[in-house]
Structures are given as structure tokens and as C-alpha cells.
């Protein structure tokens, strides 16, 4: 995903006021010997390994997990050749916007939006959302 981590070996988002302590999201090498023993099993080995515990598997957007490690282990793990990056897990705020009724002669009856904004210190504010018409809701 581009997101390597820095030459001290530092877990991303570590030590940040959204961090969640001793939760922690692997981004692993997509190897064929990895993709071929499904990205489950390798979480599972790793856990088992460092002394932690696997949370979610992830095969679409990243390959790998989020688990939980005490930080000593979650620092040996970072280290270890299956692992391309590692960042603390972090808590969001999300909140509800509100967007003005539409006219009943437009065609629907509201107006919905979500959004997420989060700010860190190193990376700026960031958000992204999803707005627009959505005549299903309340239905």
C-alpha cells in the first residue's frame, strides 16, 4: 500500500492521542508462498509466534490483519520478514451532517450525508464521505 515504515523500525500512529493501546493493523508482503497459504493461516502463525491474537483478516484492501500484542511483541513482529508495515490501530469520531430537506416535488423526502473527518499530528486532516440523494433511507 506505499505505506512503509520508517527506517527506525517505529510502528505508524504509535504513541498518537487516537491510538488504541495495544491494538495494532499488519499490512503483510503478498508473496505467492502467502497467498497461496491464505492470509488467515500466516495471521494465525504470526500471532501465535509474537503472543498475541488475531482480530480481522484482511484480503481486499491490505493483506493481512489487526490484532492485539502487547508493544514489545507488536516491535519484534514489525521486524519480522512477513511484515512490510505495521500502524497502531486507531479510534475515529465520526459525525452526522445535516443537509437540508428536499422539496417533495424534487422526488424524495431527504437529503443524506456521512462523513469522517480524523486529524494526527504527522499526517494533517484527512477525510472522506459519501453525500448525495439517498431515497431509501427510512424505508
Not at 8 to 23: K, V
Request: proline content about 6%; aromatic content about 8%.
Amino acid at each position: 500500500m506505499g505505506t512503509e515504515p520508517p527506517d527506525d523500525g517505529a510502528i505508524l500512529y504509535e504513541g498518537s492521542p487516537q491510538a488504541a493501546q495495544g491494538r495494532y493493523i499488519v499490512t503483510l508482503y503478498k508473496t505467492a508462498e502467502a497467498v497461496a497459504r491464505d492470509v488467515a493461516e500466516v495471521a494465525a502463525d504470526l500471532a501465535r509466534a509474537y503472543g498475541g491474537t488475531v482480530l480481522t483478516v484482511y484480503r481486499s484492501a491490505i493483506f493481512g490483519f489487526a490484532g492485539e500484542f502487547d508493544p514489545a511483541a507488536a516491535h519484534r513482529l514489525l521486524r519480522d520478514p512477513a511484515v512490510e508495515a505495521m500502524e497502531a490501530d486507531r479510534y475515529i469520531q465520526m459525525k452526522r451532517l445535516s443537509w437540508p430537506e428536499r422539496s417533495r416535488s424534487a422526488g424524495g423526502d431527504h437529503e443524506a450525508a456521512v462523513s469522517f473527518r480524523h486529524s494526527d499530528p504527522g499526517a494533517g486532516e484527512q477525510g472522506a464521505g459519501l453525500e448525495g440523494p439517498h431515497d431509501d433511507h427510512g424505508k
